[in-house]
């Protein structure tokens, strides 16, 4: 047990401290206004705290406000992947499509914002450049690129796990005398590829959503890739009122469900068997009907053992490879598609409508830039190692440097200026997933090390908020200005989580989770996959166990 024995400050807003001298402008600054910054205001306002978000786009949604690339769309349903804090909410708004297209899901978002009258308190168009710890006041101090300057006794990092798109360093991009665009920074207004000859480059989930709807539209597509990714029909439909009215007379149900499940996604039963323990046969029937329903955590959820046995992975693998020879007619093609060395699932497993059938039209070709990697892009299009293609048009879907990019593209600074870039050099260091240790009173959204991107995103937001928004509210309670992650604890808790990973098939892949499609990004597993059910259980007993392994200013800390 060990003491920090700070004085409290009176100099806060309702004079539960807010440092030495001086009176921030706020009690909670917030970077981002995605899924998380939104609900991230809603708590704090609650509270009755200064909250303002401060997002760089030119509209509020994060990942949905720039990923409007055509065909992007959910892979969770909407159902689940919508907020569950208010019931009212969730009773009014009404799905189109089991899994909602971007326009919709931005659509909603905004809507939360007017309905709860959140807009007045975020400032679009302000990308934040550092955040700085003032150590003597116990504040925090956060400037934005255009010269902005906030204070505040809290800062809340609602930045997101897939905000900084990555354009590989190909030379000659400069020079390229086409259009091109990133997935994940799209325009605005529409692009028209009509009678265009287009490459895409990068098939994970962005270039498997956009690569069919392009391919309706170009003279020629040229699809460039360097990993084939195991994909499965999403079977979107139109969601009719009748089956979204059922769903909503048992809305509580449905969502108090979703917090005792792995991924946080109500209904689907957890499997009762290995996949082993079954027969051939019924084995393939399993999978079969998995296929045929659609979506990817039901497939997943066929057997207990498939992210843990790579027996059991390869049954549902070589399945999926059998779909992939059987739909595509050139074997050829087929063979290049299908994926060879890792276990499904263990990169993220993509939904599609239509990805592999595309690759029929006499128009598509597939390029294997594993083989023949890409060198260079020229002024007339894509020059790989063994060929050149010529395009009017290129598109990126290289994704992002993901989980800890757009922390560190923020010059965050903690005790004795202590840059998190730095003390994250060898890979990010939470504890929880919520804070790091030396940088008191900054909590981080679904940050590495909690399930993050390894859950429905917007119930994991929720979870980590509620905690986030009880912990600021237990210290303004006992007038404790300051709470900080352990050392201890941390590092006990990275252990954890890589323990965790280790028992599974994660690590078997190369994938943003590890940070391997980033050159020079430390290779550590960032997510925590022992299911969302079990964090959000590691979660509330900490509180139990009054804050275990965080450090209180006036209150003994209990170590974890
Ligand atoms: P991604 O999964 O990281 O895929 C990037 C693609 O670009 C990969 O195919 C990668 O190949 C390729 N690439 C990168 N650098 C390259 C290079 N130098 N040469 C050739 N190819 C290169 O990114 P994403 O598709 O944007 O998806 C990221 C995540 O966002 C997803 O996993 C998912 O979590 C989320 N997302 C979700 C949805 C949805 O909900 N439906 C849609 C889009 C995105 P390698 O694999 O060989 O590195």
């Not at 297209?101 to 709860?116: E, M, S, T």
């Not at 994940?184 to 287009?198: A, H, I, K, N």
């Not at 082993?276 to 053992?305: H, I, Q």
């Not at 830039?369 to 060198?375: C, D, L, W």
Request: charged share 20%; aromatic share 12%; net charge neutral.
């Amino acid at each position: 047990m060990r003491y920090v024995d700070e004085p409290v400050s009176k100099s806060g807003a309702d004079g539960a401290g807010g440092g030495g001298g001086v009176s921030p402008d706020l009690d909670v600054v917030i970077v981002g206004a995605g899924f998380a910054g939104v609900y991230a205001l809603y708590k704090f306002r609650k509270l009755g705290l200064r909250a303002r978000a401060l997002e760089a786009g030119s509209g509020i949604g994060g990942t949905w406000f720039w990923n409007r690339y055509p065909g992007a769309r959910c892979d969770v349903d909407s159902v689940e992947y919508s907020y569950s804090f208010s019931d009212a909410l969730q009773m009014e708004w009404d799905w189109p499509e089991r899994f909602s297209a971007q326009g919709d899901i931005l659509r909603y978002i905004n809507h939360v914002a007017d309905r709860f009258d959140l807009r007045r308190d975020i400032q679009l168009n302000t990308r934040v450049q550092s955040a700085t710890f003032d150590e003597p006041n116990g504040i925090w101090r956060v400037t934005t690129v255009d010269g902005q300057a906030y204070t505040a006794r809290f800062c809340v990092m609602a930045t997101g796990n897939l905000s900084l798109p990555r354009v590989p360093e190909f030379p000659g991009l400069d020079t390229f005398k086409g259009d091109w665009y990133h997935t994940g920074l799209w325009p605005d207004e529409p692009v028209d590829f009509t009678g265009r000859r287009v490459g895409v480059i990068g098939t994970g989930s962005s270039g498997i959503q956009v690569i069919p709807i392009i391919a309706k539209q170009a003279s020629e597509l040229f699809v460039f890739q360097r990993t084939a990714n195991f994909t499965l029909p999403a079977r979107n439909r139109a969601l009719s009122g009748d089956e979204l009215g059922q769903h909503k007379t048992r809305y509580g149900f449905w969502r108090a469900e979703a917090q005792n499940t792995p991924f946080g996604i109500a209904g689907h039963p957890a499997p009762t068997k290995n996949a082993l323990d079954d027969t051939p046969e019924d084995r393939l029937a399993r999978f079969e009907a998995k296929w045929k329903a659609g979506g990817s955590v039901s497939f997943l959820y066929a057997y207990k053992d498939l992210l843990t046995s790579k027996a059991a992975n390869d049954t549902a693998a070589e399945f999926v490879r059998g779909k992939i020879r059987s739909t595509v007619k050139d074997p050829a093609t087929a063979e290049l598609l299908v994926p060879k060395d890792y276990p499904i699932g263990a990169r993220r497993l993509c939904l599609d409508t239509g990805y592999y059938e595309t690759f029929n039209l006499p128009t598509v070709t597939l390029v294997d830039a594993k083989s023949a990697p890409i060198v260079e892009i020229t002024e007339t299009g894509v020059k790989t190692t063994t060929g050149a293609y010529a395009l009017d048009t290129l598109v990126f879907a290289t994704g992002f440097d993901a989980i800890t990019g757009a922390l560190a593209d923020i010059d965050i600074r903690g005790r004795d200026a202590l840059s998190l870039k730095q003390k994250w050099a060898h890979g990010p260091r939470t504890y929880l997933g919520l804070m790091t240790a030396g940088f008191p009173n900054m909590f981080i959204v679904t940050g590495p090390g909690s399930p993050s991107v390894k859950a429905n995103m917007v119930c994991a937001i929720e979870q980590h908020l509620n905690w986030i928004a009880d912990c600021v509210a237990m210290l303004d309670a006992r007038k404790s200005r300051m709470i900080e992650a352990d050392a201890q604890a941390e590092t006990r808790w990275v252990e954890h989580v890589n323990e965790v990973a280790d028992a599974t098939l994660y690590p078997l892949a190369e994938s943003w989770y590890t940070g391997a499609n980033v050159p020079g990004k430390p290779r550590v597993f960032m997510p925590y996959v022992g299911g969302y059910h079990r964090y959000r259980a590691i979660c509330e007993e900490v509180v139990r166990d009054d804050y275990r392994g965080f450090v209180i200013a006036g209150v003994p800390a209990i170590a974890a």
